[in-house]
C-alpha cells in the first residue's frame, strides 16, 4: 500500500528566507505526486504536480519541488518565503490517473515577519 | 469559475441528532468527493461519487450517507451524530482527465456536543 509522510510537523522560518519542505513517499512503482495548501479559513489549493518528466516541476506562487525516485521524495522549496507563505503544506500521492489521493500529515508553516 | 461552496460553513449538533452538509460546484466535474480532517491529521477520504455511482471506504461504510441528486450537488448525511463526528468536512470536486487535480471548498465545520 502507497503511503505518504512529512517529517516535519511545524516549521517555522523568517520573511525572506529559503524554504524546504519534507515528503517522503512509500510506492513501488512511479507515482503522481502533488503539494496541496490550506491557507487560513480557505480550502485546499493545488500548489504544483508531478506525473513525469523533469524531475523539478515549478508551481505557484515561487515554489518549487523536485521529484527523486532514489529517495522515494518530493520536497518543497521556495527560494524566499513571504509572510502570506504562512499555511498548512500537504504533500498528495495517487498511484496512477484517476486513483484516490493519499495524503501526508501536512507541515504547519509559520513565516515571522 | 472555480468555486466549489459548501454549506453550512459551521455547524452545532447534538450528540444522536442528524446532520446534513451540502456541497456544489459549476464547473461539470464528473466526480465529486467528502473527506473528513481531524486537527493534526491527514484528510481522510470518506467517499467519492464517479458521476451516479457512490463509492464508500470499507470502514466508513456505514457511518456516512450521502446523495448527488444531479451534476452539481452532493450531499453528506450522518444520522446520529456522535462525538467523534466532530471535525472539518471537506468537499472537493475533479474532472476525469484531469490529472487527479482537486478543487476544495473551504469545508464545513461540525461540532457534535
Known amino acids: 500500500a502507497q503511503s505518504v509522510t512529512q517529517p516535519d510537523a511545524r516549521v517555522t522560518v523568517s520573511e525572506g528566507a529559503s524554504l524546504q519542505l519534507r515528503c517522503k513517499y512509500s510506492y513501488s512503482g512511479t507515482p503522481y505526486l502533488f503539494w496541496y495548501v490550506q491557507y487560513p479559513r480557505q480550502g485546499l489549493q493545488l500548489l504544483l504536480k508531478?506525473?513525469?518528466?523533469?524531475?523539478v516541476v515549478q508551481g505557484v506562487n515561487g515554489f518549487e519541488a523536485e521529484f527523486s525516485k532514489s529517495n522515494s521524495s518530493f520536497h518543497l522549496r521556495k527560494a524566499s518565503v513571504h509572510w502570506s507563505d504562512s499555511a498548512v503544506y500537504f504533500c498528495v500521492l495517487a498511484f496512477n490517473a484517476g486513483a484516490k489521493l493519499t495524503f501526508g500529515g501536512g507541515t504547519r508553516l509559520t513565516v515571522r515577519p | 469559475d472555480t468555486t466549489v461552496k459548501q454549506n453550512p460553513r459551521y455547524k452545532l449538533a447534538r450528540v444522536g441528532k442528524p446532520v446534513n452538509l451540502i456541497c456544489s460546484q459549476t464547473m461539470n466535474h464528473d466526480t465529486m468527493y467528502w473527506y473528513q480532517k481531524k486537527p493534526n491529521q491527514a484528510p481522510k477520504l470518506l467517499l467519492f461519487?464517479?458521476?451516479?455511482?457512490?463509492?464508500r471506504e470499507a470502514d466508513t461504510f456505514e457511518k456516512f450517507q450521502s446523495s448527488r441528486p444531479n451534476n452539481s450537488f452532493c450531499s453528506l448525511y450522518i444520522g446520529s451524530a456522535g462525538l467523534e463526528y466532530s471535525a472539518m468536512y471537506l468537499c472537493a470536486s475533479s474532472r476525469l482527465g484531469g490529472g487527479n487535480t482537486l478543487y476544495f471548498g473551504e469545508g464545513s465545520r461540525l461540532i457534535v456536543v
Open positions: 508531478y506525473y513525469s518528466g523533469d524531475p
Open positions: 461519487y464517479y458521476d451516479k455511482i457512490l463509492n
